[in-house]
């Protein structure tokens, strides 16, 4: 299993922690996120079939982009 911290800067409440966690339990494989809105960070724990590129490509297409 893999996990990795992002910086998302779009992030300003709880709401928005709550739409990236929605996305993102969608892709296979993904299994745990959590979110502080007051870092503006994101952590996610994922196995295949999920990917790094799958993560963040997602996370893109919902207007959260990584840093």
Do not use: R
């Not at 910086?7 to 969608?26: D, F, Q, R, V």
């Not at 999920?50 to 996370?59: H, V």
């Amino acid at each position: 299993m893999e996990k990795k911290s992002f910086i998302i800067p779009a992030i300003s409440c709880g709401h928005c922690i709550m739409s990236i966690k929605n996305e993102l339990s969608e892709l296979a494989g993904v299994k745990k996120i959590e979110g502080d809105p007051q870092s503006k960070s994101i952590t996610v724990e994922w196995e295949p079939p999920a990917t790094l590129d799958n993560i963040l490509n997602t996370l893109k297409q919902i207007n959260y982009p990584a840093q």
